[in-house]
């Protein structure tokens, strides 16, 4: 998952880029709300986090732009401020959760894995494809019960194709979503780690769809056993 992170405090964002990029997130970081709101409204993240504090434009104005825009994305809220009025001009704004500083980082860990569940349409934690299970709490996935050894590229492209189980994700999707901002887009680098994921979870379980990219599936005996 692809998440930006829109921060002025650099201690907290060292902090926070840190503990997301641990938990298995791709992390891009705007220190103020001008590149904050150029960096959501031209890039597909997955969810924000953002600061109402922010310097040159706050969050609250930077929320109300991606609204007015049309964007849908799921966005945490981070602030100092402790009013009511401020958590109610955040929700009011388009902000889908809220957290007051200071906070404990697996709290926030948390409400983001929920923010980016529902958005996907998942009302469990435990994400599911036939024999393959993922547990986004635990950084940890299984095929049949047998522990999967996975690399951090190798899980995160995993957890999202389990996110978007069976729909046909592309290439460029996958780029955009499992790699920051200067990431070489022209790269073979899906490819690569495709394949080592299939041998890993079964051939079968990756679907390429030619032209358009790839699908994760239950196998058919899984699909007759449900």
């Known amino acids: 998952m692809r998440i930006l992170l829109a921060e002025d405090d650099?201690?907290?964002?060292?902090q926070l880029k840190a503990s997301l990029s641990d938990a298995g997130y791709v992390v891009d970081h705007a220190p103020d709300g001008e590149e904050a709101h150029f960096l959501g409204d031209t890039e597909p993240y997955d969810c924000v986090i953002l600061d109402l504090g922010l310097p040159k434009i706050d969050g609250v104005s930077v929320l109300e732009k991606w609204r007015r825009d049309g964007k849908t994305t799921p966005v945490l809220i981070l602030t100092a401020r402790g009013a009511w009025s401020d958590k109610v001009s955040g929700f009011d704004a388009g902000a889908d959760d809220y957290l007051t500083k200071p906070f404990h980082t697996e709290e926030l860990l948390?409400?983001?894995?929920?923010?980016?569940?529902?958005?996907?349409?998942?009302?469990?934690p435990m994400l599911v494809c036939g024999g393959v299970r993922l547990d986004p709490r635990a950084a940890r996935a299984s095929v049949n019960g047998e522990p999967l050894r996975l690399t951090s590229l190798e899980y995160r492209l995993l957890h999202y194709l389990m996110m978007h189980q069976s729909r046909v994700?592309?290439?460029?999707?996958?780029?955009?979503?499992?790699?920051?901002?200067d990431f070489d887009r022209d790269s073979n680098t899906i490819e690569v780690f495709m394949g080592r994921l299939r041998k890993k979870i079964g051939t079968d379980r990756i679907e390429t769809v030619r032209g358009l990219g790839y699908r994760l599936k239950p196998l058919h005996d899984e699909i007759s056993d449900l």
């Open 10 to 14: 650099p201690d907290l964002s060292r």
């Open 110 to 124: 948390a409400r983001l894995r929920a923010l980016v569940r529902r958005a996907a349409g998942h009302a469990q």
């Open 169 to 181: 994700i592309s290439r460029t999707e996958l780029v955009e979503h499992l790699y920051d901002q």
